[in-house]
């Protein structure tokens, strides 16, 4: 029987059993654990420099409530991610929820696009923890040579960020081994950087003047929602936990928790930080590469200023780990149902990793962030996570429809209601990027259809099992 890419869907009923039957994995991460992985996804960036330039240019103090409306925004689609992560606890996330309900062609689509965007945030992150490291080591007179600074055109005398690069591969050599390790790594700097920033609140709050949230809302709320745009970018990250969905001990527990928890923890910090930074500096001032080191050196506080430093660089290098223990998980997932080589989809010997997958992603990202500039690797970087929740939160609601009868541990409220805010918010954000941005979007789509006609559906497991030796016809 020949079946359409589009009508040819992975068995929910064999997902469901997932937890009963040996996985590729050793099942060894606990609730703080997936909880770890989600905020090392969420707070890196954004919470040291998207708090201050948002507030200077689009929201002033008001910069909180674009923190809260992107927050609901984002929690709609977390909310749907959470009752497929209950539901079908398998690795790949948003490619396997896709595959589930709205076939094969959609979820290689999300997949491809996903292994992109994954890929992209670890160059990336990477290329902004060089900056980091480099600008607090420079404080105790360590300084690289200006080859070895950055890449070609960002500097005098620059041929390749070496410290990027250096990231980004030790963050794959850290994953290769044993999860549980990579997953302590990622709980200890996920554990400095809130630390960090509750000191940092904490330290602000006698220095809160009222006068400098007069007037909230300088640029109205329309700056307020168009600051919500651009902070939303800050309050994603939770999806790479639902990747590890087969190294979980108890997933269909753990992970609709650890998606909510860590989103909840994330968005209180971003609103507290927003809020501080607001009220003891104006916020007129905040328009710089480091606001918040900028704002307590201001108050004569440097101690601030260096822990400051000190969690960019362990949280910017935990969003590495995170992101990059998701794409590598994504990519074995699709190895492993035959749309990519199975060489992929063998797990290291001794460590039980998806070693292969690690380590090429790593090489990858690592010679990205080493060669090109971080605004043209950025470009590329949100049109993927916004498709993906686009797709998750639609098929939600069909599997509601056809699967009511379907155990769920956790049940996203409101429906129809909460998946069709997360949808709207994406495509409003998806409308609003660059020309650019979605023509090399188109071109690595392109590429990713031609690997799947050519590749993929050739040999795909679920090609084998309905007896079709030759590719489905279109």
């Known amino acids: 029987m020949k079946l359409h890419p589009l009508l040819r869907r992975k068995s929910l009923d064999q997902l469901l059993d997932v937890t009963h039957s040996p996985s590729d994995f050793r099942r060894v991460l606990g609730l703080w654990q997936l909880v770890g992985i989600g905020l090392g996804g969420l707070i890196g ?29 984002s929690g709609a689609a977390a909310l749907s991610y959470a009752e497929f992560a209950g539901l079908i606890p398998v690795a790949g996330s948003a490619y396997t929820y896709a595959y589930a309900v709205l076939g094969e062609l959609v979820a290689w689509i999300i997949g491809w696009d996903l292994l992109l965007e994954y890929a992209l945030v670890v160059a990336v992150v990477a290329i902004g923890w060089s900056a980091y490291l480099q600008t607090l080591l420079a404080q105790i007179g360590i ?19 070496l410290f990027a690069a250096l990231g980004a591969f030790a963050a794959a050599l850290i994953l290769t081994f044993r999860i549980e390790w990579g997953a302590r790594v990622n709980l200890v700097m996920v554990t400095i950087k809130i630390v960090a920033v509750l000191l940092v609140i904490a330290a602000g709050l006698p220095y809160i003047s009222l006068d400098n949230w007069r007037p909230f809302m300088p640029f109205g709320f329309g700056g307020v929602v168009e600051g919500a745009a651009v902070v939303f970018f800050a309050v994603f990250g939770y999806d790479t936990l639902t990747t590890a ?12 928790r650890a998606v909510m928890a860590s989103l909840a923890v994330a968005l209180a910090l971003y609103v507290a930080m927003s809020l501080v930074l607001t009220g003891i500096v104006r916020f007129d001032t905040l328009n710089n590469a480091a606001p918040v080191a900028t704002a307590f050196s201001s108050l004569g ?37 035959g749309l990519l080589p199975h060489w992929f989809a063998i797990p290291h010997p001794r460590y039980q990793t998806p070693h292969r997958p690690t380590l090429i992603a790593g090489a990858l990202t690592a010679a990205v962030a080493a060669l090109y500039p971080i605004r043209e690797v950025a470009e590329l970087v949100n049109i993927g996570t916004l498709s993906a929740f686009i797709v998750i939160c639609f098929a939600v609601m069909v599997l509601r429809r056809t699967r009511p009868d379907a155990p ?10 909460t ?9 409003w954000l998806l ?24 590749y993929g559906r050739r040999h795909s497991l679920l090609c084998e099992t309905t007896n079709d030796p030759n590719s489905p016809s279109l």
């Open 45 to 73: 960036v954004g919470i040291f420099v998207l708090t201050g330039v948002v507030s200077a240019t689009q929201a002033g103090p008001a910069v909180a409530l674009s923190f809260l409306i992107a927050g609901i925004a």
């Open 143 to 161: 300084i690289l040579p200006d080859w070895a600074s950055g890449a070609a055109g960002t500097g005098p005398g620059h041929v390749v960020d």
């Open 245 to 256: 969905a087969e190294e979980a001990e108890n997933p269909q527990r753990d992970l609709p």
């Open 301 to 337: 506080l440097r101690w601030v200023s260096l822990i400051v430093s000190l969690a960019a660089v362990a949280g910017i290098a935990s969003v590495m780990l995170s992101f990059l223990l998701a794409c590598a998980r994504i990519w074995f997932a699709m190895s492993r149902d």
């Open 408 to 417: 769920r541990s956790f049940r996203t409220p409101f429906m129809p209601f």
């Open 419 to 427: 998946p069709l805010v997360g949808i709207g918010f994406s495509l």
């Open 431 to 454: 409308s609003r990027l660059p020309a650019i941005a979605w023509a090399r979007f188109l071109i690595w789509l392109a590429l990713g259809l031609a690997v799947y006609f050519f």
